[in-house]
């Protein structure tokens, strides 16, 4: 196990609504990635905070947003959710910056209806 | 064209085959690269790092040729437990952008 946690595992919503994703990094990292996964795709990244400030962000869109805490822990909050944000969503922490291993958490499995 | 490109297979070879996958990445500016291994319904995992100088992990090879923009793993002596997905990953600017991945299927 990667120390990494997510909740929850699994959420149903419909469209239109909004949702939360939580993230707990390993301890001693003060960086987390979440990403997209699509079935039968990879990962698709969304963005990356380091010590609480957006440090990167992929090609997704101003309704997908993100915190992290003092303790590095993260939020992923998707505004007006739509049919294709179906998904698995993952975390990943990692030390300091991308150039190092991640470490994936076991991902909240989004289904919007 | 995909940031990172990979063969998306399915490779369905014999238990003790050597099979080798490639992946071709577009931004000449990428910093580091890495092969994970994701099984079905699991989190990705790092399988290892990709160094220009090449790189070996007992039965795992991997190879970086910047020139090419192109990663290649080379999997000798294939085991059952080898079936997976195969993600060339390529990092820079504070991301990591993943491939489709290849799918792999070890048969007894």
């Known amino acids: 196990e990667t120390g990494v946690t997510q909740s929850p595992t699994h959420l149903i919503k419909t469209r239109g609504q909004q949702v939360t994703l939580r993230c707990s990094s390993q301890?001693?990292?003060?960086?987390v990635s979440w990403y997209q996964q699509a079935l039968g795709q990879g990962p698709q990244f969304i963005f990356q905070?380091?010590?609480?400030?957006?440090?990167g962000r992929g090609n997704f869109p101003p309704r997908f947003s993100g915190l992290q805490f003092p303790n590095y822990s993260s939020e992923l909050n998707v505004n007006a959710l739509e049919l294709d944000d179906s998904a698995l969503y993952l975390c990943?922490?990692?030390?300091?910056?991308?150039?190092?291993?991640?470490?994936f958490g076991p991902g909240t499995r989004l289904t919007v209806l | 064209r995909k940031e990172v490109e990979q063969d998306p297979g399915p490779f369905n070879v014999p238990e003790g085959a050597t099979v080798a996958f490639n992946c071709t990445y577009s931004?000449?500016?990428?910093?580091?690269f890495f092969w994970y291994r994701q099984d079905c319904r699991k989190e990705p995992k790092l399988l290892m790092s990709?160094?220009?100088s090449g790189n070996e992990d007992g039965r795992f090879t991997a190879q970086l040729n910047r020139a090419s923009q192109y990663i290649s793993l080379l999997i000798r002596d294939s085991k059952l437990s080898d079936s997976a997905t195969y993600l060339c990953?390529?990092?820079?600017?504070?991301?990591?952008?993943f491939g489709a991945g290849t799918r792999l299927t070890v048969k007894p």
């Open positions: 990943a922490s990692s030390l300091e910056d991308s150039g190092n291993e991640q470490f």
């Open positions: 931004n000449s500016a990428s910093q580091s």
């Open positions: 905070y380091y010590r609480e400030e957006e440090n």
């Open positions: 990709v160094y220009s």
């Open positions: 990953v390529v990092t820079g600017n504070n991301d990591m952008r």
């Open positions: 301890s001693g990292h003060n960086t």
